[in-house]
């Protein structure tokens, strides 16, 4: 995939999911977070002292659902943009969520458990490509003939790396995408630091890998070449 510059604003009142979503978004060499916000209002504020565009907003709508006019403001918002594209993410109460927004013109809605360590992937989709994603939990709950049920495309589901194990694909993702080290790793996993180690030496091997930052690039391409490239033709 070619080199890209895109501009990412984050907005989430929800400090876990902003520490993730950084350091998923850093170690990824086509994005950059130039923003992030508790409100959309706070947003749309932040905005007019953005030095140049914004790309992508990533909306995190289990930490802003609690207010019922959330999506009353979500509505707003979108359809005042000028440029740059919204990707709704959510989990809890996913029928609620899509009721509320699956008339609005949004560049994605996904459930973030089958979106998993991919959304990197995903903003660069939808920066891209001119096509709008939803994920499979969220197909079948789509009125008929709404925006995303009209408009959006399915993100593939999850496919094992064919060179690792699932045990050893989970350490690359504890270890990689979420930046666990070893002894949390360890723990979280119920093994030895020494099988971890062993794993991890075997998961560089497998995948051709000097080091994470290659990890991440491999992991991430198989990604993108069986969950993502179906949704864009």
């Excluded at 408009?151 to 496919?159: K, M, S």
């Excluded at 790793?185 to 030895?192: G, P």
Aim: proline residues 3%.
């Amino acid at each position: 995939m070619e080199d890209l510059n895109i501009r990412v604003a984050v907005v989430s009142d929800d400090p876990f999911f902003l520490l993730a979503v950084r350091a998923l978004l850093g170690r990824d060499r086509h994005t950059r977070i130039i923003s992030t916000a508790a409100t959309l209002s706070e947003l749309e504020a932040a905005r007019t002292a953005m030095a140049g565009h914004v790309d992508v907003i990533v909306c995190d709508i289990d930490a802003l659902v609690q207010r019922e006019e959330f999506f009353d403001e979500l509505r707003r918002f979108v359809s005042g943009l000028a440029a740059g594209r919204v990707m709704g993410l959510a989990r809890g109460s996913l029928e609620h969520v899509v009721l509320r927004t699956d008339d609005i013109p949004m560049a994605a809605l996904l459930c973030k458990a089958e979106l998993g360590f991919c959304l990197h992937l995903a903003v660069r989709a939808i920066s891209q490509y001119d096509v709008v994603l939803i994920t499979e939990r969220v197909k079948p709950l789509l009125e008929r003939g709404s925006y995303l049920h009209t408009h959006a495309h399915t993100l593939g589901p999850h496919r094992p790396h064919p060179d690792l194990s699932a045990r050893r694909e989970e350490v690359a993702m504890l270890r990689v995408f979420v930046g666990l080290d070893n002894p949390d790793i360890s723990d979280e996993l119920s093994l030895s630091e020494g099988v971890v180690r062993e794993y991890i030496s075997d998961i560089y091997t497998a995948l051709g890998a000097d080091g994470e930052l290659d990890v991440f690039e491999a992991l991430s391409e198989w990604w993108w070449t069986t969950r993502f490239l179906q949704a864009l033709v």
